[in-house]
């Protein structure tokens, strides 16, 4: 099974701009889709982006479309989240996921079987 490492969270005032990343290890890369999914305090997990394993396809929530970015980079074993504009409502724990089968729609990214630890993005107003 795949182990999932998040990094790149932290504090930033609204507008502002972070990178997420998640190594991956522990079993093939390319065996898996791969998509970041947050979850604020009191909420359910929200999906936020996925990438397909097999044709590069990109699933964005509505809420985060024109401002995030997810990609993969194989030959790190690395996911990244670049995230621009940020806004106070984007303040949630962030968490990687994978999954051998691809979602067909962001929100269901939080059903993904891998999972990482989440890193905190805080967006100050």
């Known amino acids: 099974e795949v182990q999932l490492v998040e990094s790149g969270g932290g504090l930033v005032q609204t507008g502002g701009s972070l990178r997420l990343s998640c190594a991956a290890s522990g079993s093939n890369f390319n065996d898996y889709a791969f998509g970041w999914f947050r979850q604020a305090p009191g909420k359910d997990g929200e999906g936020v982006a996925g990438?397909?394993?097999?044709?590069?396809?990109?699933l964005y929530a509505d809420s985060v479309k024109g401002r995030f970015t997810i990609s993969r980079d194989n030959a790190k074993n690395t996911v990244y989240l670049q995230m621009v504009s940020l806004k106070p409502e984007d303040t949630a724990v962030y968490y990687c996921?994978?999954?051998?089968?691809?979602?067909?729609?962001?929100?269901?990214?939080?059903?993904?079987?891998?999972r990482g630890q989440g890193t905190q993005v805080t967006v100050s107003s």
């Open positions: 990438i397909s394993n097999v044709d590069d396809t990109k």
């Open positions: 996921a994978a999954d051998e089968i691809e979602a067909p729609d962001a929100r269901l990214i939080p059903k993904y079987d891998f």
